[in-house]
């Protein structure tokens, strides 16, 4: 089956949804999604989403706390885009009627680590999700725009001159394959860290983006930076995926503490609750492996049960569920992977090294967030440069592809899988991921994580030949393919900084730069 489109967004998260939206006057647009319409990373942001929207901020004073947070390696041109058109399109959101929480008839802003200002426009702990809501009922009411849910997408179409011109797509509903031709494809497939063992990302988060990209022939940097999110509910999985105690939690006023007592973060930073997220997890890893601790505790008790209750209503309702009052008792908390900061790379209008090919949120890589990301800059990061993309898109001149320069891919698949070996094999990846890709990283384990991983590429090979598909087998490659590249990554920089810490290399090079691999190297 073939069908043909102007636009082709691989990806209903923030960064997708908001460019069909901005480019549904300029074509007819298509939105693919491997789940429901609503299943994505940005489903699950509690806390919100940073912008200088208060009459004490300034673009300025939120681009010097991201560029802080970053560790030196912040692109300022990619700051100073993204905290100045930011405000302008939050103020756009609220136009889709996501009634973002207020006090007094203005937006009521948080505050999170990392943060000298209240900036973080919310919408109670549900930010995410009502972002995401608002967006698909936009899409859904615009003009020209199409979405298709349960599509697997496989890989990139490529045309003899290296243009990308559709994508290999697999409908789980109907079984059949369908090759998508477009003049442009739009990647924004949000992020990677189901590779690990212990993550806040749903299920869907398996870097299929920053795989097909790479084998498509597409730059990818900074891929040694995961964001390891400094608390999670300890012994609590829901849907596989850790669940996540917003920041801004501690922006409220909750405090870390070890099981007996003790506050411990003003011995790792003068801000303590509120350094930056690299700083807290790894506090919290080395009280872990210090102590000999299965967790450490986040005090809720400074914060009124109130406020408490009508700040992070579903938080307080998901440790209910558990058995936790945290209006009464303090939370049991440990990290968790959360984010990947490296990915595609781009421009700064969601260009990427193949020709019409564009990408915006959680899979790209613009240089916003340098080594460490700032809470809440992740969702304007999409919004922003989403909207750039489509402002560059719809003046693309690309035509669509001739039928006959695409190859029939479809004779070479076939479905057939074995549930329990994919099983084991999904297991081993996520603990050698965990284990050696970890917070604290050493050079020899990492070369025992690349070898790990080269085992388990051959024993898939072994079982299912390239020639044989189906989504579960797709998704392993692509994980694997990920999983490397962030191994790759971490042993080519020879130091640590921000989000990568290694036992060989503790200190910070005087001078910062990117990590970029290509597939040509």
Known sequence: MRIETDFLVVGSGMAGLWFAYRISNHGRVLVLTKKD????????????????????????????????????????QAVQVMVGEGPRLVRELQKLEIEFSTEGGHLELGIEGGHTRHRVAHVADTTGQAVEWGLINAVRSAPNVALYEHHFVIDLLTDESGRCCGVLSFDRESGKFAEIHAKVVMLATGGLCRVYEHTTNPPIATGDGVAMAWRAGAKVADLEFIQFHPTSLFGARIDGRAFLISEAVRGEGGILRTPDGERFMPR???????APRSVVARAI????????????????????????????????????????????????????????????????????????????????????????????NSLLEALVFADRAAQAASKEEARLPSLDKINPFERQLRSIEDPSLLNSLVSSLKQTMWRFAGIVRSAKEMERGRARLAELSRELKALYPARIFSPGIKQLRNTLIVGDLILRSALARKESRGL?????????????????LSPKD
């Open 37 to 76: 319409d609503s299943e994505s990373n940005t489903n699950y942001a509690q806390g919100g989403i940073a912008a200088a929207l208060g009459s004490d901020d300034s673009p300025q004073q939120h681009l010097e706390d991201t560029v802080k947070a970053g560790y030196g390696l912040c692109d300022p």
């Open 285 to 376: 890893y080395n009280e872990l492996r210090t102590r000999r601790l299965d967790y450490v505790l986040l005090d809720l008790s400074s914060i009124p049960p109130a406020h408490i209750l009508k700040r992070f209503p579903m938080i307080a309702d998901t440790c209910k569920r558990f058995g936790l009052d945290i209006t009464r008792e303090p939370v049991p908390v440990v990290p968790a992977a959360h984010y990947s900061v490296g990915g595609v790379k781009t421009d700064l209008w969601g260009r990427t090294s193949i020709p019409c090919l564009y990408t915006a949120g959680e899979c790209a890589h613009t240089g916003v967030h340098g080594a460490n990301r700032l809470a809440s």
């Open 268 to 274: 790792y930073h003068p801000d303590a609750e509120l």
């Open 500 to 516: 990568h810490y290694v036992e060989e290399f503790p200190d910070t090079l005087p001078e910062a730069s990117h990590t970029v």
